[in-house]
C-alpha cells in the first residue's frame, strides 16, 4: 500500500474475536506507514463483531466526520477534508451501502445531498450494486460525477464478474487511470485510481506530512 496516499476500507474489524483481537485499521496503518488513519464502527457486536469503515492517509486531514446511512442501522460512511489551496476542501467519503434496492436508493439520495456541499468530492467503496443499476446511474447523473466504469470487476475477488465496487470524483477532477488491483484479501478485489485536481489547485500547506496518529485515529 506504499504507493497510495488514501486508503478507503470496508467491513474491516476494529478488534474483536472476529480478528483475533487485532484493530485492522491500525494494524494496516502502521505496516503501511500511514501516519493517518480512522475508524467508524457501524456494527459494534461487542467482543464479537466490530464492523468498521476505515481510512487510512498520508495527508493530514483538516476534519473528520461520521455519517450514519438511511436504512438499518449498520450502514454508514467516513468523511475526511484535506485542505486545498484555494481555501476549499477535498472532500474523500468512504461508503458501505446496503444490500437491498431500497435502502440503498435512499442512501444513494443521501450521497447526492453530500455532493451539494462539496464541489471536490471523491466517493469509493462497496456500493452493492453494479454500473447497471439505475439508482446508481442517477445518482452519478444528479451528483455529476465521473469514475463509473463497468470493466472494472471487483466481485467474487477468486473469479470477479460483477463490479460491485466503484470509486466515484466530482467532475472537477481528472480521472488519469484507474484499475484493479489483484491483490485477494477479501471477497472483494480493491480499485485503485489515480486524480489530478484543476488547474492551479494544490493542498494547502499542513496537509502534506506526517503527524500524530492520534489526530485522525479513532
Known amino acids: 500500500m506504499h504507493q497510495f496516499d488514501l486508503v478507503g476500507l470496508q ?4 478488534g474483536s474475536l472476529r480478528s483475533a483481537y487485532i484493530d485492522q485499521i491500525q494494524y ?3 505496516h503501511g506507514a500511514f501516519p493517518h488513519w480512522y475508524r467508524q464502527i457501524n456494527r459494534n457486536l461487542g467482543p464479537f463483531a466490530q464492523h468498521s469503515n476505515g481510512l487510512l492517509s498520508r495527508l493530514r486531514p483538516q476534519r473528520i466526520t461520521e455519517h450514519k446511512l438511511p436504512g438499518l442501522p449498520g450502514r454508514g460512511a467516513v468523511v475526511a477534508e484535506l485542505g486545498l489551496s484555494d481555501r476549499e476542501t477535498l472532500a474523500v467519503a468512504i461508503v458501505h451501502l446496503a444490500l437491498g434496492w431500497r435502502a440503498r436508493r435512499r442512501q444513494l439520495d443521501y450521497l447526492i445531498a453530500l455532493s451539494e456541499q462539496h464541489p471536490y468530492l471523491v466517493i469509493m467503496g462497496d456500493f452493492n450494486c453494479g454500473c447497471d443499476s439505475k439508482g446508481l446511474r442517477a445518482m452519478v447523473q444528479k451528483a455529476e460525477m465521473r469514475g463509473l466504469d463497468c470493466e472494472l470487476k471487483t466481485f467474487p475477488s477468486w473469479s470477479p464478474t460483477h463490479n460491485l465496487d466503484h470509486i466515484l470524483v466530482s467532475r472537477p477532477l481528472r480521472v488519469i487511470s484507474a484499475r484493479v488491483v489483484d491483490y485477494a484479501l477479501s471477497d472483494h478485489l480493491p480499485i485503485s485510481m489515480t486524480i489530478e485536481l484543476p488547474e492551479g489547485v494544490s493542498f494547502s500547506a499542513g496537509t502534506d506530512g506526517p503527524g ?4 485522525s485515529a479513532r
Do not use: F, Q
Not at 467491513?11 to 476494529?14: L, P, Q, W
Not at 500524530?212 to 489526530?215: K, L, W
Open 28 to 30: 494496516l496503518a502502521r
Open 212 to 215: 500524530p496518529e492520534s489526530e
Open 11 to 14: 467491513e474491516v474489524d476494529a
